[in-house]
């Protein structure tokens, strides 16, 4: 390979960039990229998630704004609230789908969080949530015979949440009144760890024609 040889001549100069203008550059969004509508609104809507929870760590009230994860919480500020429905929200996620439970906060150990049986079709998430956070289950049966031939009031079965088959001789289940026919209606109790099969939802199919039954709430503690 030869020397290298002399510089060429100077070409012609470019043209000339656009100098910003004194307005943009006092714009503190100058040089940021733009967001769109859809990322804004992605923003707005996590921002007011966070407020949410932040809320409902600070103010539990009970209320559908401010929702508890159970009544149990109500019963850790110290305020003295009386037995009623508060907002409960066991999954802690949006306040939008907390639903209104009664509780109890006479019992001497623990406060209750009672709900409706029907409850674990509509907010099946809530109610694992809600065992999932309780260390005990109650529910009470009432229940009478249709026809008094042959009925034998501890012979009803019903079923849990897990589909498990509960009757009088359960663990953690007994009769609190062994009549039921005519006027009377016997009472079945089931207190259980076993928070997974509550609340009993219904009658078994095997016994549907020989009882009549109401159940009760199941509470949560």
């Known amino acids: ?25 006092l714009n503190p969004d100058f040089g940021r990229r733009r967001r769109s509508t ?15 929870n932040v809320q409902y ?20 500020t110290g305020n003295n609230f009386k037995n009623g429905h508060y907002y409960v929200d066991p999954n ?17 150990h623990e406060t209750h969080t009672c709900v409706k049986p029907s409850l674990v079709h509509s907010s099946s998430s809530q109610v694992r949530f809600l065992r999932l956070l309780s260390t005990f289950g109650k529910q009470q049966v009432a229940y009478s015979c249709k026809d008094e031939v ?3 009031c501890d012979a009803a ?12 001789q ?19 109790e089931v ?6 099969s509550l609340p009993i939802t219904s009658l078994s199919d095997s016994h549907s024609s020989q009882f009549s039954y109401q159940l009760g709430d199941a509470c949560f503690y």
């Open 1 to 25: 390979m030869g020397e290298k040889g002399p510089a060429g001549p100077k070409g012609p100069p470019g043209q000339a960039g656009k100098t910003p203008s004194e307005d943009n550059i």
């Open 38 to 52: 859809d990322e804004s609104d992605d923003m707005s809507t996590i921002v007011d998630h966070m407020e949410d």
């Open 57 to 76: 760590l600070h103010e539990p009230l009970g209320t559908l704004n401010h929702p508890v994860r159970t009544c149990h919480d109500l019963a850790l």
């Open 92 to 108: 802690g996620g949006s306040k939008h789908d907390a639903f209104m439970a009664y509780c109890n906060f006479s019992q001497t």
């Open 150 to 152: 042959g009925c034998q």
């Open 157 to 168: 079965q019903f079923i849990g949440a897990d589909r498990q088959t509960i009757d009088s």
């Open 170 to 188: 359960s663990d953690g289940a007994k009769l609190l009144n062994t009549r039921c026919s005519g006027s009377d209606q016997a009472v079945m």
């Open 191 to 196: 207190h259980t760890p076993w928070t997974h």
